[in-house]
Nanobody, 121 residues
Framework: QVQLVESGGGLVQPGGSLRLSCAAS????????MGWYRQAPGKQRELVASITSDDRTTYADSVEGRFTISRDNAKNTIYLQMNSLKPEDTAVYYC???????????????WGQGTQVTVSS
């Protein structure tokens, strides 16, 4: 079993900052990649940022330059530092991890429960 626990969401004013955290725990042998997705009401879930085991990062065009994804391998944790937040960043943010479980053969994808980020004055 693999569990992803997210934290750091909340209400912030435009121009403000938040840092999201996602900690993976459970029967983990290897994490190949982790990332953040978001879904606003009435819209499809989209990739915000991702990071691979070899530290390659990907950002959505809408957040590049404002958001930074990082990881702490010792804690199986990723972070999303969100600066210069805009109202259009309002969404539920989901953590995703591609994990090979202990005793497993192939990686599988896991999702966190989601955390609400609201940017409003």
């Amino acid at each position: 079993q693999v569990q992803l626990v997210e934290s750091g969401g909340g209400l912030v004013q435009p121009g403000g900052s938040l840092r999201l955290s996602c900690a993976a725990s459970g029967s983990i042998f290897r994490i190949d990649a982790m990332g953040w997705y978001r879904q606003a009401p009435g819209k499809q879930r989209e990739l915000v940022a991702s990071i691979t085991s070899d530290d390659r990062t990907t950002y959505a065009d809408s957040v590049e330059g404002r958001f930074t994804i990082s990881r702490d391998n010792a804690k199986n944790t990723i972070y999303l530092q969100m600066n210069s937040l805009k109202p259009e960043d309002t969404a539920v943010y989901y953590c995703n991890a591609r994990v090979v479980q202990r005793g497993g053969w192939f990686p599988s994808g896991y999702w966190g429960q989601g955390t609400q980020v609201t940017v409003s004055s």
